[in-house]
């Protein structure tokens, strides 16, 4: 058994653990993983903390492999925990609502539930947007809305400000959500997933090219103890906002 395997064991105990707790109190299947917890740096390795994040910014980091990326985003106002959400398998979870002292600080696994659109160094067509833009739901109605995460490969829109639940577009599953944790210090920590996630479809798909972006050997290598966070704005040569 390789240390990817031995990891993911443990988590899933875990996991399978804390989604059996869950169930007995909300009558809900839980859908949750425990991966070994990472701290967020900035490119100089220095600790990245939450007083530091602007608001409406965002970044990107890799969590829970070195090749998965995630968004970290620091939301206008705090957004509304308790959202009930269900997970393409019809798995249903409750997303934790936002972190930090302001309750503003979300995070959200980058990779659309589609067909896989995440940023890439040269190139990203999947973007938050802190400012409005004026958006059609699924029920066809319009609405002009904020703190969006869209997908411009295939225009499929999440909502940040509840668990990046899936508001228009093809998409299949809201973006897993990162659980989060700030210590005393401010520091920013990735301590599990909430919600459906498609990694193994990804690094089968995408993990050879993010291996060769990353500068590692193994796609699957779990994230360090430390993973660098870099402004979303600058992370992709190109964004392209829709």
């Keep these: 058994m390789d240390r990817r395997q031995f990891s993911h064991l443990c988590a899933s105990l875990l996991a399978g653990a804390a989604a059996l707790d869950a169930a007995a109190t909300t009558g809900k299947q839980a ?22 994040l602007a608001i409406g910014s965002s ?14 985003i620091r939301l206008n106002a705090a957004p509304d925990g308790g959202a009930s959400l269900t997970d393409r398998a019809g798995n249903q979870y409750t997303w934790q609502g936002g972190a930090g002292d302001d309750q503003t600080l979300v995070a959200f696994s980058a990779i659309c539930t589609h067909k896989m659109s995440h ?16 958006i059609t739901k699924r029920d066809g109605t319009r609405q002009t809305r904020a703190q ?23 998409a299949t599953q809201p973006l897993t959500s990162i659980v989060l944790d700030i210590n005393a210090d401010g520091q920013i920590l990735a301590t599990g997933t909430r919600g459906g996630h498609i990694y193994d479809e990804f690094l089968q798909k995408f993990g050879l090219r993010q291996s060769m972006e990353q500068g590692i050997a193994d796609p699957s290598q779990l994230a360090d103890a430390t993973t660098i ?9 190109q964004q392209i906002l829709c």
Excluded: M
């Design 59 to 72: 970044h990107v980091f890799h969590y829970p492999y070195r090749t998965t990326p995630c968004f970290l």
């Design 148 to 170: 969006l995460i869209t997908c411009c490969s295939e225009y499929s829109i999440y909502d940040a400000t509840k668990g990046a639940e899936v508001i228009n577009g093809p």
């Design 31 to 52: 859908s949750v993983d425990a991966w070994p917890a990472t701290a967020l740096t900035d490119s100089l390795g220095t600790p990245l903390r939450f007083q530091d």
């Design 119 to 134: 940023p890439a160094k040269p190139i990203s067509h999947l973007n938050f947007r802190s400012n409005a833009k004026q």
């Design 229 to 237: 966070a870099v402004p979303a704005a600058t992370y992709s040569k």
